[in-house]
């Protein structure tokens, strides 16, 4: 069992960005809750203002597999995705540590 960390790029749609932080800062606060989690984390693109990559650790494969598999996952993640033009999910385990 490794540890494991979800990702996503996001593009806001013009003029949503206000709106898209604070979905998925709500969507966040749902994750935050859900055993195997830790801090999710958003950032923005210093260059471009509109993109943004969002992270979080996880215990291990099998809890983020267990969270995206949830009955409320795509409800949650569809009130985030309609503030956004494009979004690219990734998963990520841990291989190196310095």
């Not at 013009?14 to 606060?29: G, I, N, Q, S």
């Not at 830790?38 to 471009?48: F, I, V, Y």
């Not at 033009?85 to 998963?91: I, L, R």
Request: aromatic content about 14%; glycine content about 4%; overall charge negative.
């Amino acid at each position: 069992m490794s540890e494991a960390y979800s990702s996503g790029d996001w593009l806001a749609k013009e003029d949503e960005e206000e709106a898209f932080v604070e979905a998925w800062t709500e969507f966040a606060r749902w994750l935050s809750t859900v055993p195997g989690a830790g801090t999710a984390r958003l950032t923005r693109d210093l260059s471009e203002p509109r993109r943004y990559r969002s992270f979080a650790p996880w215990e291990s494969a099998e809890a983020m597999s267990a969270w995206k598999n949830s009955p409320e996952f795509p409800e949650r993640m569809a009130a985030v995705r309609q503030h956004v033009a494009e979004f690219a999910p990734s998963e990520f385990e841990l291989v190196a540590e310095v």
